[in-house]
């Protein structure tokens, strides 16, 4: 019986990619083609990697057409759901519905499509690259890219001086981006994570996150929390179009109720879907590439003890003098800590107020939160960072 094939649509190599999906792919018995526009990029990942304009549904069609047949198209990057549920439709595949794709990437159409489903109402308005600055935004207001990643270009604006500030700096940086302006969202901020089948979704569990200081929002903590307002986000998720695979979603619960911040149509990232898969004991990144494959969902498992991810953020300019290096734990342990450098000795760091500022990522998993806690706090004070 030859193996099933998965094709995988990727830009850059990611953690999740090397050192989840791809030994998850192999555990299911999966030949892996990886097709990217990038492959020198990917010339360490011990599989077939073709040439491909993936952000072009036309080109991946094209040339898995050419190629040996699919059993699944899958993609975990940001940037490229959309092209790749539309290869996978064409081929008559288990896919994600594109236009959910469409909607959770683009912020501006999240919110018209949770507003017209009556699921919640933020103000907000789309900046096309010549749009004026609307005159009428409740401060303080949140500016961002239309379609970004990672925290970056996000600020908080407190007046129309610093919206106009905000918007020039953006778009010099960021030349013919849409962007969006909407209301500040007070109050804690918690993720969601689900996994679906196309029938139903399974809440997986969530994270309590914790922000850097404002205007800016770097996500520096996240713990392990029972999501609060678990049937709004599946609302959310249900009017959006949500329904196979993984998604992380990030919402704030505000004195008005729970309102969202963005849906990543994706597995959450920065190593806390590791840290998922380590708390529910089970093989999450199998689970999601198995339903892509067209496997049922089986029941998630049930967190065992407390978990964190503490990102390491690099507070001011300089060059990595000292810095820990990749820690896994030897098992054994009550608590079991993991460290996984972001940067080496002799980086140059320039911090731009972003997720990219990361110097290195500390997850840790125990009985409970105090012993978590006691263990980040002795890892990183015996292994510091050193910025010179």
């Given at each position: 019986m030859s193996a099933l094939r998965l094709y995988l649509?990727?830009?850059?190599?990611?953690?999740?990619?090397?050192?989840?999906?791809?030994?998850?792919a192999r555990a299911l018995g999966c030949e892996v083609t990886i097709l990217t526009d990038r492959p020198g990029h990917h010339r360490d990942a011990g599989t077939e990697v073709l040439h491909c304009d993936v952000r072009d549904?036309?080109?991946?069609?094209?040339t898995v057409a050419h190629h040996v047949p699919p059993d699944a198209i899958f993609s975990n990057s940001d940037h490229i759901q959309a092209e790749t549920a539309l290869a996978a439709a064409y081929f008559d595949l288990p896919a994600k519905d594109w236009r959910a794709c469409v909607d959770t990437k683009n912020k501006a159409l999240t919110r018209r499509r949770l507003a017209a489903a009556g699921v919640e109402s933020v103000w907000s308005r789309r900046l096309g690259p010549a749009d004026p600055l609307p005159g009428d935004p409740p401060f303080p207001a949140v500016v961002k890219p239309r379609e970004g990643v990672a925290s970056e270009d996000v600020v908080l604006v407190r007046d129309a001086d610093e919206l106009t500030e905000a918007v020039a700096g953006i778009r010099a940086r960021r030349p013919g981006e849409a962007l969006v302006v909407e209301e500040y969202l007070d109050g804690p901020l918690h993720t969601m994570e689900t996994l679906g089948d196309g029938e139903r979704i399974e809440v997986l569990g969530g994270f309590r996150t914790v922000l850097g200081p404002l205007p800016h929002?770097?996500?520096?903590?996240?713990?392990?929390?029972?999501?609060?307002?678990?049937?709004?986000?599946?609302?959310?998720?249900?009017?959006?179009?949500?329904?196979l695979g993984a998604c992380h979603t990030e919402y704030v619960m505000t004195r008005r109720g729970p309102?969202?911040?963005?849906?990543?149509?994706?597995?959450?990232?920065?190593?806390?879907e590791f840290?998922?898969?380590?708390?529910?004991?089970?093989p999450l990144f199998e689970l999601i590439l198995g339903v892509h494959l067209g496997s049922g969902l089986p029941a998630p498992g049930r967190a065992r003890g407390h978990g964190t991810a503490l990102s390491l953020v690099a507070g001011r300019p300089g060059t990595v003098a000292a810095a820990p290096g990749t820690v896994v734990p030897a098992g054994g342990e009550p608590v079991r800590v993991w460290h996984r450098p972001l940067r080496a000795v002799g980086d140059r760091i320039e911090p731009n107020h972003t997720n990219r500022d990361y110097l290195g990522i500390v997850r840790a998993i125990g009985p409970d939160r105090a012993s978590v806690d006691a263990a980040i706090a002795g890892f990183t004070t015996a292994n510091p960072w050193v910025i010179a």
């Open positions: 649509t990727a830009l850059k190599p990611t953690d999740s990619v090397t050192d989840g999906f791809l030994p998850a549904p036309r080109a991946v069609i094209d929002f770097v996500e520096e903590r996240l713990d392990w929390e029972p999501p609060p307002g678990r049937d709004h986000v599946l609302r959310a998720l249900e009017a959006l179009g949500v329904g309102r969202i911040v963005e849906v990543n149509y994706r597995v959450i990232g920065d190593h806390c840290l998922l898969a380590d708390l529910l004991g089970v």
